[in-house]
């Protein structure tokens, strides 16, 4: 039976086999990211939505309004809409999904069309935005880890036009990595060690004896390496939004799960940031 929230429930094997096919047709990005992000997640190379969910509830729930107008600005799978379809349950917002790269928007497309949810999906860059539409609540899951820290104070005041009157940016970021115990490994060849492993040990084994399968997880590696080499400190995250106009409502900063390979572990954390325009 479909209990209310189990309509936002999602289908993580049946996302990666098919986000690798639309990710082949259409994805162009750095890494070949929107290609293998279904497959790492359903593996459980990458948990954070999952685990992170309570706190984003937690962080979201006082700003809920009836009738929400929500944009979530860049999201890899269904994965941060099912979560917000959650979050706000029993009410019913409105939700655009925006991104840059057409992969996830057809994923998300094809799986609210299984489920026959709505969902508008935006084909576009974020920096586009004119101010012309408004949200009562914009979520970035993790997109400004995907820009030069430079570029976050544009982002900022873009999605602060962009904001309904008492509206409110949610805005989760990752903010600092290192490498314990491994001597010169960087977090990119650990980041490949402990996907190989654990994809080999998942059910999505079958894909990685491929050596184009192996092929495009190095250069995804390797990117997760470079982004992780510029990344904001929380506080560096707050003044940035401060300076574009956005005060802080709520914040939280936590450590995510550790990754170990061989004695090398990856340590980060995640700050996630609830604000509005001042
Ligand atoms: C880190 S991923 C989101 C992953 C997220 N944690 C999730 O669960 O979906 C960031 C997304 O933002 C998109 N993105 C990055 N820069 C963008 C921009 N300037 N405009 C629109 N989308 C962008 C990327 O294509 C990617 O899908």
Not at 15 to 23: D, S, V
Not at 135 to 157: A, S
Not at 185 to 212: I, M, N
Request: with cysteine.
């Amino acid at each position: 039976m479909k209990t209310a929230q189990g309509i936002w429930n999602e289908d993580l094997i049946w996302q990666a086999r098919r986000g690798l096919e639309l990710g082949r047709a259409f994805c162009r990005c750095e890494g070949h990211y929107h290609s293998l992000w279904g497959a790492l997640r359903a593996a459980g190379v990458s948990t954070g939505l999952k685990s992170e969910e309570p706190l984003l509830a937690s962080l979201i729930y006082p700003f809920i309004r009836d009738n929400a107008r929500v944009m979530i600005g860049g999201s890899a799978d269904p994965g941060v809409l099912c979560a917000v379809g959650r979050i706000y349950s029993p009410s019913r917002p409105r939700i655009t999904v925006i991104d840059k790269c057409r992969a996830p928007l057809e994923l998300i497309r094809e799986f609210t069309a299984i489920k026959g949810l709505a969902c508008r999906t935006l084909n576009l860059d974020l920096f586009d935005l004119d101010g012309s539409e408004q949200w009562d609540q914009i979520i970035l899951h993790y997109t400004p880890d995907f820009m030069e820290p430079k570029i976050h104070g544009r982002l900022f005041r873009t999605l602060a036009r962009s904001l309904a009157s008492g509206g409110t940016l949610v805005c989760a970021a990752m903010t600092g990595t290192s490498v314990a115990g491994g001597y010169q490994q960087d977090a990119g060849s650990v980041f490949f060690d402990y996907s190989w492993r654990t994809l080999q040990d998942s059910p999505l084994a079958d894909l990685a004896p491929s050596s184009e399968f192996e092929q495009m997880l190095q250069t995804y590696a390797a990117n997760v390496g470079l982004r992780r080499l510029s990344l904001p400190t929380s506080k560096e995250l707050r003044e940035t939004l401060s300076a574009a106009g956005l005060r802080t409502l709520r914040e939280a900063t936590t450590p995510r799960k550790q990754r170990s390979v061989e004695g090398v572990t990856l340590l980060d954390s995640n700050s996630i940031v609830v604000a509005s325009r001042d």
